[in-house]
């Protein structure tokens, strides 16, 4: 019978990672996604998950050895946050240029300097560009449930991709929920065995990661990226079925509030939650607002994302990460881009903020709709909460 219980979400994630079963765990422990390979190890060393637990000197390596690992056939799991992803880099891209599957939370922080530690998305958003899925969460209970998700996505004959799931660090990693962790027999049926269709074998030698010398590189980046456009469509087949073993409600784009809106306000990861409520205050006194949150970032699901904002007018698309000499940050780039040259292309206000852990009260949304449809915010973007004398 399923268990509901009150547990920190990293705990969870690692609950999630142990019934998914990897064959390898390669682990370097960084802040704030430690708690989930420290658990992990843990769950090891007892004998409750059968995997081999690789503590690797840095999160380079990390990455190496899950390739390494991915290569050979295992199922794989590894976890990072800012610098540590960063550190990962040149390894990133090799993974999806392989199309290695391998499942990697992201425990969304800010990048220095200066030095915090606290979140926003400025981590992920310096890798929109690696080749891999990439899906955002914002609570518990979905940082488990698209962990299970993940492995069947990049698992999937069609896709062959890793898969990112990007959670909030400290906001969500190390808040406790109420969790809902269901039979084993139930995930079971929900992730099948991994099955790799290519995998270093001496008995059947192939080659993995040659040279692409000019006359073939360009094409095989180009399968890279259609195998990462076509896995759009498995990726609406896994969590039409994650909604029907677990009872949700999950889409590419998920929306709330009034259909009739002509403002939306557009949000990524955990903030999703405090704009819903400044929604439905503002739906209940009259005001006619909705809110798009998007899920499903790589690939983008741009006929989804339309049909969530149809009808709308504005577009007040919040960022938590800065994109320094551009005119926008990351997520309104990709939204102005979506648009360009349509002419029913709504207004888009960008607003950018929760930098480094800045706290975004429900108020704010409140404000920064009124000042967005009084034509009171930048026409480039707005830091909110700047502090000018600073």
């Known amino acids: 019978m399923a268990r509901r219980i009150g547990t920190e979400v990293s705990l969870a994630v690692a609950d999630a990672v142990k019934m998914a079963a990897p064959d390898v765990i390669s682990a370097y422990p960084i802040t704030p996604q430690t708690h989930i390979v420290e658990e992990l190890s843990e769950f090891v060393a007892n004998g409750e998950l059968d995997a081999e637990y690789i503590p690797v000197e840095s999160e380079h390596s990390a990455m190496s050895a899950a390739v390494g690992a991915a290569a050979a056939g295992a199922r794989v799991y590894t976890a990072t946050s800012s610098q540590g992803l960063a550190l990962m880099h040149e390894i990133l891209f090799i993974a999806s240029s392989m199309r290695l599957p391998m499942v990697m939370t992201v425990a969304n922080r800010s990048l220095s300097g200066p030095i915090s530690i606290w979140n926003d998305h400025s981590d992920i958003m310096a890798e929109r560009d690696i080749?891999?899925?990439?899906?955002?969460?914002?609570?518990?209970?979905?940082?488990?449930?698209?962990?299970?998700?993940?492995f069947r996505i990049g698992e999937d004959k069609r896709v062959m991709?890793?898969?990112?799931?990007?959670?909030?660090?400290?906001?969500?990693?190390?808040?406790?929920?109420?969790?809902?962790?269901?039979?084993?027999?139930?995930?079971?049926?929900?992730?099948?065995?991994y099955e790799?269709?290519?995998?270093?074998?001496?008995?059947?030698?192939?080659?993995?990661?040659?040279?692409?010398?000019?006359?073939?590189?360009?094409?095989?980046?180009?399968?890279?990226?259609?195998?990462?456009?076509?896995?759009?469509?498995?990726?609406?087949?896994?969590?039409?079925?994650?909604?029907?073993?677990?009872?949700?409600?999950?889409?590419?784009?998920?929306?709330?509030?009034?259909?009739?809106?002509?403002t939306v306000i557009v949000t990524m990861g955990s903030l999703g939650?405090?704009?819903?409520?400044?929604?439905?205050?503002?739906?209940?006194?009259?005001?006619?607002?909705?809110?798009?949150?998007?899920?499903?970032?790589?690939p983008f699901p741009v006929e989804e994302f339309m049909d969530a904002v149809s009808g709308a007018k504005k577009l007040v698309v919040i960022d938590r990460a800065i994109s320094p000499g551009s005119v926008n940050g990351p997520v309104a780039q990709e939204l102005k881009s979506v648009f360009y040259g349509r002419l029913d292309a709504p207004e888009i206000v960008n607003v950018i903020a929760g930098i480094g852990g800045r706290d975004v009260p429900v108020d704010d949304f409140v404000q920064m709709v009124e000042l967005a449809e009084k034509g009171e915010l930048a026409e480039t973007y707005t830091l909110w909460g700047l502090d000018s004398d600073a």
């Open 161 to 193: 991709l890793p898969v990112v799931v990007n959670m909030d660090g400290f906001i969500m990693s190390h808040m406790i929920e109420p969790i809902t962790i269901p039979d084993q027999e139930v995930v079971d049926a929900f992730l099948k065995p």
């Open 196 to 262: 790799p269709q290519i995998k270093l074998d001496t008995a059947d030698p192939v080659t993995f990661g040659p040279v692409g010398v000019p006359e073939v590189y360009l094409e095989a980046k180009k399968q890279c990226e259609q195998a990462l456009l076509d896995s759009k469509a498995v990726v609406s087949e896994v969590i039409d079925d994650l909604n029907h073993t677990f009872g949700r409600q999950y889409g590419l784009v998920e929306t709330n509030g009034a259909e009739d809106a002509e």
């Open 273 to 298: 939650e405090s704009v819903m409520t400044a929604v439905d205050r503002m739906n209940a006194n009259g005001k006619a607002v909705r809110q798009a949150r998007i899920r499903l970032w790589r």
């Open 131 to 150: 080749g891999w899925v990439q899906l955002f969460v914002e609570n518990g209970q979905e940082a488990l449930e698209f962990t299970w998700a993940a």
